[in-house]
């Protein structure tokens, strides 16, 4: 069984779709192929990907409550290729947005349906994920933890011959449990879609988000802009200012 | 100030200009949002592509009416007026707050009236409740106290539309 996984964000790296399809992939068996969707000089790339292929899955962030133009426009391609060479692909989504409701991916994961509906392809549904850009940020934080726990051995191996220190594990294990905590909603319907594809069955729509309070995870989207702003200078061309 | 994106032909440019104070054409000749949050971080409500769009958020920012004209795309807005949409974040800043019982970004430009949207082509039924569902959400993300979705069945009926 092939599974083309399409990374459908605009971003050269380190987006939120290709964690999700990262960890997607862990739960697929069978050949897996990653593709990524940027511009059009991808679209003959991917569709030759396709005609092989029993499962797609597209991973992509909601850009102003829809699907993003440029995929968008590979879509539309998509349909006649599908058309001309009678495809037949069972289609899943992974959507993901900045706002914490998963539930705000509803409008993108119907134009899905109404895509596959059109085309003649299998809409077997998705996950829509909310804070996915900061659940992207737990992967670096996870390898930062990495970091500091070698780190840690290393100097209590010098200083005292110790190669186990405790209180750097101990620390290591809570941290890191933190991390897999906020993303456990998202690990729960990914492994579950994953067997779904295995099985070439539908998953229906789910909509799951970070695992932490709304105020909470607003307050640091607040300080993560700020801090952003700061960095590039936008705090001090206007930031809050109307524009003519 | 009512404003009126479309991707119409050169045919309707006439009645667009006569039935608006701002006409944005969407015929595609520029680039796709990078996703890069410049538009909030670096130089807010400007984009650093230097295309037709670079000012959009200024435009659409300040429109009481902002009337979108489009071709049905499995339900959403045709590739070339979502450049235009997606392009236009800047309108918000990046802080964030509650609207409608779900978070949102403020908004750069404060309230706005009407979304209106005009939809063209064959659409069925569940188009059309995708096309209801996503104008009543951009609404409330963008600030607007009231969306409607027109669906024509003829671009003959276009004018009485707008």
């Given at each position: 069984?092939?599974?083309?996984?399409?990374?459908c964000s605009p971003?050269?790296?380190?987006?939120?779709?290709?964690?999700?399809?990262?960890?997607?992939?862990?739960?697929?068996?069978?050949?897996?192929?990653?593709?990524?969707l940027r511009t059009p000089a991808d679209h003959?790339?991917?569709?030759?990907?396709?005609?092989?292929?029993?499962?797609?899955?597209?991973?992509l962030p909601?850009y102003?409550?829809?699907v993003p133009s440029h995929v968008l426009r590979f879509l539309e391609k998509?349909?006649?290729?599908?058309?001309?060479?009678?495809?037949?692909?069972?289609?899943?989504?992974?959507?993901?947005?900045?706002?914490?409701?998963?539930?705000?991916?509803?409008?993108?994961?119907?134009?899905?349906?109404?895509?596959?509906?059109?085309?003649?392809?299998?809409?077997?549904?998705?996950?829509?994920?909310?804070?996915?850009?900061?659940?992207?940020?737990?992967?670096?934080?996870?390898?930062?933890?990495?970091?500091?726990?070698?780190?840690?051995?290393?100097?209590?191996?010098?200083?005292?011959?110790?190669?186990?220190?405790?209180?750097?594990?101990?620390?290591?294990?809570?941290?890191?449990?933190?991390?897999?905590?906020?993303?456990?909603?998202?690990?729960?319907?990914?492994?579950?879609?994953?067997?779904?594809?295995?099985?070439?069955?539908?998953?229906?729509?789910?909509?799951?988000?970070?695992?932490?309070?709304?105020?909470?995870?607003?307050?640091?989207?607040?300080?993560?802009?700020?801090?952003?702003?700061?960095?590039?200078?936008?705090?001090?061309?206007?930031?809050?200012?109307?524009?003519? | 100030?009512?404003?009126?994106?479309?991707?119409?032909?050169?045919?309707?440019?006439?009645?667009?200009?006569?039935?608006?104070?701002?006409?944005?054409?969407?015929?595609?000749?520029?680039a796709p949002c990078q996703g890069?949050?410049?538009?909030?971080?670096?130089?807010?409500?400007?984009?650093?592509?230097?295309?037709?769009?670079?000012?959009?958020?200024?435009?659409?920012?300040?429109?009481?009416?902002?009337?979108?004209?489009?071709?049905?795309?499995?339900?959403?807005?045709?590739a070339a007026?979502k450049n235009?949409?997606d392009?236009?974040?800047?309108?918000?800043?990046?802080?964030?707050?509650?609207?409608?019982?779900?978070?949102?970004?403020?908004?750069?430009?404060?309230?706005?009236?009407?979304?209106?949207?005009?939809?063209?082509?064959?659409?069925?039924?569940?188009?059309?409740?995708?096309?209801?569902?996503?104008?009543?959400?951009?609404?409330?993300?963008?600030?607007?106290?009231?969306?409607?979705?027109?669906?024509?069945?003829?671009?003959?009926?276009?004018?009485?539309?707008?």
């Open positions: 069984m092939k599974t083309v996984l399409i990374n971003k050269k790296r380190f987006c939120a779709s290709a964690y999700f399809l990262f960890l997607q992939s862990l739960f697929i068996g069978g050949e897996k192929v990653n593709e990524k003959a790339r991917i569709l030759e990907q396709l005609r092989d292929a029993q499962a797609v899955v597209f991973g909601l102003v409550d829809g998509m349909e006649i290729f599908c058309r001309e060479n009678g495809l037949k692909l069972n289609v899943y989504c992974i959507a993901n947005n900045g706002f914490i409701e998963g539930k705000q991916n509803e409008p993108l994961m119907q134009v899905f349906e109404n895509f596959c509906t059109r085309t003649g392809l299998a809409c077997c549904g998705g996950v829509g994920i909310g804070g996915g850009v900061m659940l992207n940020v737990t992967r670096i934080l996870f390898v930062v933890q990495i970091a500091l726990l070698v780190l840690n051995t290393v100097l209590s191996a010098v200083h005292t011959g110790n190669f186990f220190p405790k209180n750097a594990w101990l620390s290591f294990a809570e941290n890191t449990a933190l991390l897999l905590y906020f993303n456990l909603g998202v690990l729960f319907y990914l492994s579950g879609m994953g067997r779904v594809i295995r099985k070439g069955a539908a998953f229906g729509k789910k909509y799951t988000r970070i695992l932490i309070p709304s105020f909470v995870f607003i307050l640091f989207a607040d300080i993560f802009f700020v801090i952003i702003s700061l960095l590039q200078g936008g705090i001090f061309r206007g930031w809050l200012a109307k524009k003519k | 100030m009512k404003v009126i994106i479309h991707d119409l032909g050169l045919e309707y440019e006439g009645l667009i200009e006569e039935k608006c104070d701002r006409a944005v054409a969407a015929d595609g000749k520029y890069c949050f410049g538009c909030w971080t670096k130089h807010p409500a400007e984009c650093f592509m230097k295309d037709s769009l670079q000012r959009i958020c200024r435009v659409i920012g300040q429109a009481d009416e902002l009337v979108i004209i489009t071709k049905n795309l499995y339900g959403a807005y045709s007026v235009v949409l392009r236009s974040i800047g309108t918000s800043t990046p802080f964030s707050t509650y609207r409608g019982r779900q978070m949102h970004h403020t908004l750069r430009y404060g309230k706005h009236d009407l979304w209106k949207v005009v939809v063209y082509g064959e659409v069925s039924e569940m188009e059309k409740g995708t096309f209801r569902c996503t104008a009543e959400r951009n609404a409330v993300n963008d600030g607007f106290e009231r969306s409607e979705v027109i669906f024509l069945k003829d671009l003959a009926e276009l004018e009485a539309a707008l």
